[in-house]
């Protein structure tokens, strides 16, 4: 993708690899079923999952934590999280749903939770958490230079900003979740990364990014704005929601 930066997820659902001679750094899995394509496209890369020091999350979702437990229990690296989404990592579970079977997960033990402002650090790789909740209420969004040929990238995993299956209004997901929302969205105003990934792919178009990589040229994944403007339009979709589920609940009460 760029620099040290490496997607070993499947198609629809990202998965990091961020190396370093020192050890490496894996940013979310995927379903539980598809963790052994995970570890077939790091090995593959020439790399190995024995060499992962560090798995971070983004958010306790089944299709970004789905094999969390074992790829934890096949390199032996320490789990870092949003300190609001270890209960949830540790209990295998979606917030607000814990009866939804369909969306528990094997649970795994969080080794360091983080806030915003903490750094997760091997050799000369950083990555800086930031708290992005609403989507999950620890969701957590990681910041990280990146070597772009002899230029310096800044780079952001942006957790998420959808509304996805959480409730706003009646019964919500978690206490605080329409907050925690905005409060995402006002922090997204002041970041200003040069590279957008997420847990999603289809988030910052990177099958067609791919497609430009590989006709040469610079790197299309160095797109300044493209965050910002991204993030307008998940705070238009969050507006829209809230007030579509504030109707439903008024119109219910009669």
């Not at 230079?145 to 959808?162: E, H, N, P, Q, Y």
Request: aromatic letters at 8%.
């Amino acid at each position: 993708m760029i620099g040290n930066v490496y997607y070993v997820g499947t198609d629809g659902l990202a998965s990091y690899l961020i190396t370093s001679p020192q050890g490496h750094i894996l940013v979310d899995t995927v379903m539980p079923e598809a963790t052994s394509q995970i570890k077939a496209n790091i090995e593959k890369l020439g790399f190995k999952v024995a060499d992962i020091k560090y798995l971070l999350n983004t958010h306790a979702h089944i299709d970004h934590t789905g094999g969390l437990a074992e790829m934890k229990q096949a390199s032996g690296a320490q789990l870092v999280a949003g300190e609001a989404d270890k209960p949830l990592l540790e209990g295998g579970y979606y917030p607000g749903a814990r009866e939804e079977t369909a969306l528990n997960f094997p649970p795994v033990k969080v080794d360091r939770t983080v806030r915003e402002g903490d750094t997760v650090t091997i050799a000369d790789v950083t990555l800086t958490a930031r708290e992005t909740p609403g989507h999950s209420p620890g969701c957590t969004s990681w910041e990280f230079s990146v070597k772009d040929g002899d230029a310096t990238r800044s780079a952001l995993i942006f957790c998420s900003g959808t509304v996805a299956l959480n409730r706003l209004v009646t019964n919500p997901t978690y206490p605080g979740i329409v907050t925690d929302y905005k409060k995402t969205f006002a922090r997204a105003q002041d970041m200003k990364p040069d590279v957008l990934l997420a847990p999603h792919p289809e988030m910052y178009k990177m099958a067609e990014k791919r497609a430009k990589l590989a006709e040469g040229g610079p790197n299309p994944f160095v797109n300044p704005g493209e965050f910002n403007a991204y993030a307008a339009t998940l705070e238009k979709a969050f507006e829209d929601a809230l007030a579509k589920q504030t109707a439903a609940a008024q119109e219910k009460k009669g």
